[in-house]
């Protein structure tokens, strides 16, 4: 599991082999042949070598060549054309400008204008080395969203043309009912904001380059340009140049052509959400980027059992990725001394791996198994920001409009037992963290059927974002559920080793997960696709939480498994104390909404609005009471 949540790929250094670190002794065998050979993947794939399966480390092939021999000797196929369990793509590790890097502006009349390099305007780091020469085009913030009714490009020829589009979403700072996207949490918004997605719409049109100038929300006072360095590594390269313009060049354009200024575009846009697009008439640009890149090949294995009967043509989805940091060039959290150590990643994410292994053994030994074709998915660079399982989704290898769900395992090796009642009273029992429950009708009790034999302490939520591979298949419009059990202080560390795995615990996660796949892969009608608002939350993980709107003041506990929100306490002075709100109350309810957990609770908030007076509802020592707040 990456650290950030939206995922900011900074430079990624190759690091020699400057250390390594030994493990410690090895568990003592199983005498249960299922424990056994789980602790024996693990121990593989969390081994020096397989080098922390960094993606620039020659053991993460050792680690893929045996996720492929496990699915190979389960029955399962090859997914690949060519005979192949490898879906190959390539990973930019890092990259410079070189030279020649320039644009050139022209329009009418003999008009001219030479953007200086790093002042006016800059390459983004999805340019490939590249030269491309075309009419202007403006196209709004550069966004196709028929859900939504929006579309920047309809009505517009852009085929051979560079298109200009301004960044981010309309409205992207209002909230509510006002934000551009309110089928999704306001942090959903990025779906449309992102630099990938306005690449993958312009190319979809066929532009031959894309120049993204800061809409007002993102220049601030000084307008600064995305620098090249800023995208380079980790990204797949655009077909075409991609550049970053100031605004003062492009409003010089449109005062030339007797359009309106930029600021009047944008609040055109804003207020109706209508699109305002126009070929900027008369003007062309010449744009060369010459890129030096240092790219790595890495590869997804893909399995896949073919289904038999009515639903053979439908798809669900088992996914872990099996890659993690390596010597900790990139991503480690164990400071400067863990650098060039290996980074063992047993919990994140060979734990998800074994598991994904195990269930390929156990559903590949079923004959004459009926009901849909079930794709086994160990992605890659899932640590530099999902892109193993982003590939898969924009080169699908069989058609997601006939994926009906996927089900995603990462860090499941740290079973912990909780108290299953806030009070502790009744004893505890391993915790499960359950996501996407609210991305299909009949998930969540679902779950709760699967809860039934290995009795977690679950703590589901709706959610189907997050940081991890789910996330990309959810954006894809597919039902997602995604297991996992918790974060711990050996997280991105060298610390992170298989000796650690709760290999009982573990296999019982896998227990889990096998319910639900064969539920989903057998279930008569498919699951229904629902759009959740609630944003991901980590229940698992201490920190404050981001409350979309006013706020109420208050400490909530994210290790508290009980239905609501427990207060650890309330901010001195805060609209929660004058309020009457004390430490160890329980938020259920926030205007008349539900608040079953934090996210809710955040959700609930960010619909409210400052200084107007609303409920809540807390319980207090077994009684409930109805508390009125004025939110700050």
Known sequence: MPAPFRPLVGTLAVVALLAITAPAPAQKPFDDPVL????????FLASQECEGRGIDTKGIEKAADRVADVFRESGLKPAMKDGSYFQPFSVTMSSKLGAPTELALAGPDGAKKEP?????YSPMGFSPTSKVSGDLV??????????????DYAGLDVEGKIVVILRRTPRYNEKGDKRFDTTVNASDDSTHAAFATKIEVAQKHKAAGLVIVNDTSAAGKNDPIAQYGQHASG??????????????????????????????????????????SFAIKGWKADAEVTVDRKEVKVKNVVGVLEGAGPLKDETVVIGAHYDHVGYGGFGSAGGPTAKGKIHYGADDNASGTT???????????????????????????EEIGLVGSQFYCKEPLFPLDKTVAMINMDMIGRTKPVPTDW???????????????????GFAELVQEANKKPDFKLSVLPAGTGPSDHDSFYRKKIPVLFLYTGTHGEYHKPTDVPEKIDVPGMKKTTDFA?????????????????AVKDPWVDPTESRPARVMGPRLGILPSYTFEGEGVLLDGVSPGGAAEKAGLKEGDIIVEVGGKATPNVGAYMTAMGAQKAGNAIDIVVERKGKKLT???KPE
Do not use: C, H, W
Not at 36 to 43: A, G, L, P, Q, V
Not at 138 to 151: H, R, S, V
Not at 360 to 377: E, T
Not at 426 to 434: A, E, H, N, P, T
């Open 355 to 381: 598991g994904l292994m195990e269930l390929a053994r156990r559903f590949g030994a079923i004959k004459n198994r009926q009901g849909r074709r079930i794709v086994f998915i160990a992605f890659s660079a």
């Open 514 to 530: 096998e319910y639900l796949l064969t539920d989903l892969s057998t279930r008569e009608s498919p699951p229904k696709y629902i």
């Open 138 to 151: 403006f196209a709004g913030y550069g966004i196709t969203a028929p859900g939504l009714k929006y579309d």
């Open 235 to 276: 990204t797949a390269p655009a077909k075409f140049p991609v550049l970053f313009l100031k605004r003062a060049v492009l409003d010089e354009i449109l005062t030339a052509v007797k359009e309106k200024s930029l600021t009047e575009i944008e609040t055109a846009i804003n207020e109706n959400l209508k699109p305002q």
């Open 116 to 120: 200086k390099l790093n002042t006016d």
């Open 627 to 629: 508390l009125k707040a």
């Open 423 to 441: 009070l502790g009273l009744f004893g505890k029992k391993d915790r499960l963290v359950v996501y996407g429950t609210g991305t299909s009708d």
């Open 36 to 43: 056994e050979r789980m602790r024996k993947d693990i121990f």
